[in-house]
């Protein structure tokens, strides 16, 4: 009877005590929320280079981002909307496409409540639009 009271204790008691606890901290940092987005493309005339809007994101598994954006660009005036294919990884580097494909490349670094990088319209025949994109966690 005694050995089978020690044998119950070996296997209940870690998990009552925290003994054995196997939860690591979490590698990744935290981007999960809204955040408002600006930049421009080079190239372009002032007053015709600017973007700006919305990117709200929550981290699923690993570095993997789910959510939504929305960004007005200079040539048009209805936002392209949709995130796609977007990640973090473990020193906080973030990629995300914008759009109904992966034709609007976002590459960046967050850091706290802030992200920077650069963008560019991928696979464009004549010239490869790119530039610069700012964002800040809204409170």
Sequence with gaps: ??????????????????????TEPDRFPDVSGTWDVSGIFEGF????????????????????????????????????RGLRSARVDEAGRVTFS?????????VGQVAGDRMSGTHQIVGDPVAVPRGTWTAERAP
């Design 1 to 22: 009877m005694r050995w089978a009271i020690a044998v119950l204790l070996v296997l209940v008691a870690p998990g009552v005590f925290g003994c054995n606890d196997s």
């Design 98 to 106: 914008v759009g109904p494909s992966d034709a609007w490349a976002f």
């Design 45 to 80: 005339p002032a007053g015709m280079n600017a973007i700006q809007g919305t990117v709200t994101v929550e981290r699923e598994d690993g570095g993997e981002l789910s959510g939504d954006a929305s960004i007005r660009t200079p040539a048009g005036s209805a936002p392209v």
